[in-house]
Each structure stands twice: as structure tokens, then as C-alpha cells.
């Protein structure tokens, strides 16, 4: 296999591509003849565009550099903190579910109970009166070990 490899090689080495036919060459004299032909450029178009390509490009120049004018932040009297205090927290019982009986790893017979509650926090701001009220649903999955006696 290697030795077919290596005769592969050589002779691909040997090849080179075939010249251009006269037929084709005689085609594309005839193609490009008129394009050398052709009236020079039209000097004076780019004379006319360059500098009015410049302008542009200096008015954009100035345009970024000039910056935009700011009004100064208008002045408000410092203003101390907010100081909230907690007033009151509450716990709503809203849903108490019963899953049923489980074993535990252990062996022994437990039940489990899903229990939804509301948490609310009161915080209260003494000097402005003003109040937040912070509220955030919690469940606890407990599990009660079932004794039978």
C-alpha cells in the first residue's frame, strides 16, 4: 500500500498544466481589444470629488470632537439616609396538605405534611412615617413519626 502511495506521488510530480490553446488565446485578444481602446479616465471627476470628500471628512472631524453641551445636575439639599425600622412580622398559615404515610430510611413509619405560609415584614421610617410592607411565600415539608401504641 505504502509503495502505491509513494508511485502516486511521482507521478503527480511529473504532470504540468497544458498551455493555453491558440484558439483561446485569439479570443480574449479580441474580448480585451476594445478595453485598450478605451478614452483615458476622466481626471477632472476625481479632481471635483477629493476635495469635496475631505470637506466631508472635516466637518465630521469637528462635528466629534466638539462636545455636547451638559447642564450642570440640578442642587437638592442633602438628604439624610432613610432609616426603616421592622414594626411587625406576621406568618399566614394558607394551605396544610397531607401527603400520607412514609417509611424513613431507618424502617419506621412517619407521616408527611406540606404546610404554605406568607411570611410579612413591616419596616417603618419614624421620622417620615413612611412604611414598607416585604411579603414572601414559604412551604416547609415536615416529617411527624407515627408511634402505635
Known sequence: MDDEIQSLEAELKRLRPA?????????????????????APRWWLWAGALP???????????????????????RVAAMPPAVFQPVAAENVLYAAQDDGPVTLADGTSARR??????D??????????????????????????????
Do not use: H, M
Request: no cysteine.
Open 19 to 39: 498551455g493555453p490553446s491558440r484558439d483561446l488565446l485569439a479570443r480574449l485578444g479580441r474580448d480585451l481589444a476594445p478595453a485598450a481602446r478605451s478614452p
Open 52 to 74: 469635496i470628500a475631505a470637506a466631508i471628512a472635516v466637518a465630521f472631524t469637528l462635528a466629534a470632537r466638539r462636545e455636547p453641551a451638559v447642564p450642570p445636575p440640578p
Open 113 to 118: 405534611e406540606r404546610l404554605s405560609y406568607v
Open 120 to 149: 410579612t415584614i413591616t419596616w417603618k421610617n419614624p421620622r417620615t412615617n413612611a412604611s414598607v410592607r416585604w411579603s414572601v411565600p414559604r412551604e416547609e415539608v415536615r416529617v411527624v413519626p407515627v408511634s402505635f401504641q
